[in-house]
């Protein structure tokens, strides 16, 4: 199998999974993408967009980068590209239903401030997206652009790469 690595992939974690590719013996090359990360010459309809973890994912559908993303999802759509999301959030969420339980530390992360002269606690973002609302988000993702959603740790990544694109798309999403 040869693997296409879009050239935009993050350096250092391409380093990461270009070592564990080596491990594996997988061929590869880079170059810029249509959509996604990561896809075989074998089946160029099958096409990974790694996400390195379910913060990078909220920011994928609640932020600025919202628009991008979606237009993203509809481009692989469109195209009858079959788009896997792997997010490498680690051991505690496995499938799409832990996602719902997630507890998103920006959500609940506190500092102190100075109001008035007196020292008061605040979170610093209590509008930060929760599990619930991910979940319900990377549902509808799933269901409108037919994404497949899968979970992996950092130190699989390019095991389950592998596994995905020689078609074992797995039961975590």
Same mark, same amino acid.
């Given at each position: ?107 609940? &992360?506190?500092?102190? !401030?100075?109001?008035? #002269? +007196? @020292?008061?606690?605040?979170?610093? =973002?209590?509008?930060?997206? /929760? %599990? ?17 959603? &899968?979970?992996?740790? !950092?130190?699989?990544? #390019? +095991? @389950?790469?592998?596994?995905?694109? =020689?078609?074992?798309?797995? /039961? %975590?999403?």
């Amino acid at each position: 199998m040869q693997v296409q690595v879009d050239t935009r992939e993050h350096a250092k974690e391409w380093e990461r999974i270009k070592g564990q590719f080596d491990a594996l013996g997988v061929q590869y090359f880079r170059s810029k993408m249509y959509v996604g990360d990561y896809q075989s010459l074998d089946n160029p309809r099958l096409v990974i967009d790694r996400k390195k973890d379910l913060q990078e994912i909220c920011g994928n559908v609640s932020s600025k980068q919202h628009e991008r993303f979606k237009a993203e999802l509809l481009r692989a759509k469109e195209q009858g590209i079959k788009l896997v999301i792997l997010c490498e959030h680690g051991a505690d969420i496995k499938t799409l239903e832990d996602v719902f339980f997630w507890k998103n530390p920006r959500k609940y &992360q506190i500092r102190w !401030k100075t109001v008035n #002269g +007196k @020292r008061v606690k605040d979170v610093i =973002s209590a509008k930060a997206v /929760d %599990g619930n609302q991910l979940y319900k988000s990377l549902c509808t993702i799933r269901d409108r652009y037919g994404v497949d959603i &899968q979970f992996c740790s !950092k130190e699989e990544t #390019g +095991k @389950r790469i592998i596994e995905i694109l =020689s078609g074992g798309l797995g /039961d %975590g999403g």
